[in-house]
């Protein structure tokens, strides 16, 4: 059975840090591309970071407004993809999730609240 499971996150003061973790089960991180996505209340879904698979290079894209504050990285030992977050900020709490594209299905985590006080 596939399973993604999420924890970190929590409460961080506006410049900290908190790392996001996603352990898989049932399948291969580093066979697929992985995303991290964020939701703010009544809004939609959008994509953070990701990292692609493979047959594209594995290579990290982030979204403008994290470049240079999240890294995303996979460590395929532990079958875990991160989510380091620096110097956070306000706009960046929301509930946070990962997802990971196989070849035929799309899997997400259920999910972890980023709380920044500012």
């Known amino acids: 059975q596939v399973k993604l499971v999420q924890s970190g996150g929590g409460l961080a003061q506006s410049g900290g840090s908190l790392t996001l973790s996603c352990a898989a089960s049932?399948?291969?991180?580093?066979?697929?591309?992985v995303t991290w996505y964020r939701q703010y209340p009544m809004k939609e879904r959008e994509w953070v970071a990701g990292l692609t698979g493979p047959g594209a290079g594995n290579a990290p894209y982030y979204k403008e407004s994290v470049k240079g504050r999240f890294t995303i990285s996979r460590d395929n030992d532990r079958n875990m993809v991160y989510l380091q977050m620096n110097n956070l900020q306000p706009e960046d709490a929301a509930v946070y999730y990962c997802k990971v594209q196989t070849s035929t299905t799309i899997y997400w985590g259920q999910g972890t609240q980023v709380i920044v006080s500012s």
């Open positions: 049932g399948f291969t991180f580093r066979d697929n591309s």
